[in-house]
């Protein structure tokens, strides 16, 4: 699988994706502590982009929901750490057990009852507002007054517990973010991948060359899911705060799919191109309006809301298609 | 003769009143290239759905090799060894034609190579192999309908249900599908089943005919037979029909 993936790769690109890991590698040395938190942030929604990208870009299922299993990772994993100690490293699959079980759940009130496309997504929306007003009444993580993880100031790095420097922490997120990237590459090439891509295509026609389409789009809303939670630790343990609204807020799962939708549904590199373009967008905007002295609250939402309709009517491929053709890389994806 | 693999016996199915299929009973003899033949609304494509498991018939059974698969799922009905197109295409459009045939072969196996291997020999003896890099979306009507057979074929099933797989072609292609037909038959032995409209096709393929009109069986036999057949004539002619 591996030279499977080498061999489709022209040295072009090869020249390309190194450069950029070498980029994102140097860059804590390089850059300040302001800008080096903005890029991780950008790494951390390349990261649950990608675990979003899996469900919807590949296998066609549309969640608006993804907050729900961002927040049952970051919850799950913190409660373990506060409450009896247990390292995130350990608490990381306890997080991932509890959220594929939450898109098990999911998955199967809908797929089991043929409910698909806008139904399916309002259900998932359903199921992270449901959750979020259950986690303000959980007083065991502080309710609406917020779960709390002891801030140690630490100038070494501790990765089984997650405390250490931002710098450990873009580390983790960079990896992260790179790993999910191959591991979703290599997924879409296995039988699974094709599997997913012919339920996106037809699920009709899939079913009739023997594909157990119940089967493979749970299997869709499980990694996903398994998937999104890992970035909730992360978030847990890089922010020490938890707040309901604050992590299964539908705003929050609009976030999550801003990305991929903007770098290309379905595309490999998308969600990456899609999280720089907004990171890199969303901070101007801050700053210029700070200096602007204009106090706007939703000025941010509002911008992404209008590039997601220019995206939507004007590019519905998303950007990297184009940027990719443009600059003479090889893409593999969703071409329609 | 050889023995049948494909029994339907007493097979029934309405919407909301309309008898789509009324009390259906014939079978498909192992090895055959048997069509099925009827005016527009006759109930073909409902008789084919049937059989594929897209509906569970009101009254009746579905007996393929031996085994009884009324009602059972369609990817079930696949494993089981129906092969299926669709009147009315499906291609994977955002798919290249190799991938769509691909996740056909992939039935039989979880190596991707050895399917895409598969892949390319099903379409080089459906002449697509010079598109196998488009997109299936950018085909033209009849090469979408070759892309349908290719990827049924590609599941290796024992029958194959083609509905109106030769609609919309030219003669001259009408003739190299019937071509194709015929070697597949004579060489793996797989049983065809198919619905069509073009009486070219069916003379020159098939060596069994099931008629129907308005969801019952009005006659069958060889071609030969069925066209002299007084109440064959009868629906086509009183119909107005283009067969």
Redesign the interface.
């Known amino acids: 699988m591996i030279r499977?993936l080498a061999t489709e790769l022209s040295t072009r690109d090869a020249v390309a994706a190194t450069t950029l890991v070498l980029l994102l590698v140097a860059a804590p040395f390089v850059v300040g502590d302001y800008l080096l938190s903005v890029i991780l942030i950008i790494l951390y929604f390349a990261y649950v982009g990608q675990a979003w990208n899996l469900m919807m870009g590949i296998a066609g299922q549309l969640s608006l929901g993804h907050a729900l299993y961002v927040g049952l990772g970051a919850y799950t994993a913190a409660a373990l750490f506060v409450h009896f100690d247990v390292p995130p490293a350990i608490g990381l699959f306890a997080a991932m057990a509890v959220a594929a079980l939450a898109g098990a759940v999911i998955g199967f009130l809908a797929f089991r009852f043929g409910i698909s496309g806008v139904y399916f997504a309002l259900l998932t929306i359903a199921f992270a507002e449901f959750t979020r007003i259950l986690f303000s009444h959980f007083d065991w993580v502080g309710a609406t007054s917020g779960f709390f993880l002891p801030v140690e100031n630490r100038t070494s790095s501790d990765l089984v517990n997650l405390r250490g420097t931002s710098v450990m922490f873009y580390y983790v997120i960079l990896t992260l973010a790179a790993g999910a990237l191959v591991f979703v590459r290599l997924l879409a090439?296995?039988?699974l991948g094709?599997?997913w891509?012919?339920i996106?295509?037809?699920q009709?026609?899939?079913?009739?060359?023997?594909?157990?389409?119940f089967r493979y789009k749970m299997l869709a809303v499980v990694i996903s899911a398994a998937m999104t939670a890992v970035g909730g630790v992360f978030l847990a343990f890089y922010y020490n705060n938890l707040f309901p609204t604050d992590v299964f807020g539908i705003h929050r799962s609009i976030e999550i799919i801003v990305a991929p939708i903007i770098g290309g549904l379905g595309t490999y590199f998308g969600p990456v191109v899609g999280a720089f373009l907004i990171g890199i967008l969303g901070e101007g905007l801050t700053n210029a309006t700070e200096a602007a002295g204009i106090q706007t609250a939703g000025i941010k939402q509002l911008v992404y809301g209008v590039i997601l309709l220019l995206i939507i009517k004007l590019v519905p491929g998303g950007l990297w298609p184009l940027i990719a053709r443009r600059l003479g890389f090889s893409i593999k994806e969703?071409?329609? | 003769m050889s023995a049948p693999i494909l029994v339907i016996d007493d097979v029934s199915k309405s919407f909301r009143g309309l008898r789509a299929v009324a009390a259906v009973s014939f079978d498909v003899r192992a090895g055959s290239i048997t069509a099925l033949i009827g005016p527009n609304g006759a109930g073909k494509t409902t008789l084919f759905n049937v059989i594929a498991g897209v509906f569970a018939p009101d009254r009746g059974r579905i007996v393929f090799a031996g085994a009884d698969v009324t009602g059972r799922r369609p990817d079930l009905i696949c494993h089981a060894g129906i092969g299926r197109t669709f009147q009315i295409v499906r291609p994977f459009p955002g798919l290249s034609v190799e991938e769509n045939v691909t996740i056909g072969a992939l039935r039989t196996g979880t190596a991707v190579s050895a399917a895409r291997r598969r892949a390319g020999d099903i379409l080089d003896l459906l002449g697509l192999s010079a598109k196998a890099r488009e997109l299936a979306g950018t085909l033209t009507l009849p090469e979408r309908k070759r892309l349908e057979v290719a990827r049924a074929l590609a599941t290796e099933p024992k029958i194959l249900l083609l509905d109106e797989v030769m609609a919309g072609l030219r003669p001259g292609e009408t003739d190299e599908m019937v071509a194709v037909f015929r070697k597949l038959n004579a060489e793996t032995g797989i049983t065809i089943f198919l619905i069509e409209h073009v009486m070219r096709a069916v003379m020159a393929l098939s060596q069994d005919v099931v008629v129907l009109n308005h969801g019952r069986l009005i006659s069958r036999g060889t071609p030969a037979d069925v066209v002299r057949d007084p109440a064959v004539l009868e629906c086509y002619l009183g119909e107005d029909e283009e067969a």
Do not use: C, F, S
């Open positions: 499977n090439g296995t039988r094709y599997y891509r012919a996106r295509e037809d009709i026609a899939a079913q009739a060359l023997g594909i157990n389409v969703r071409r329609k």
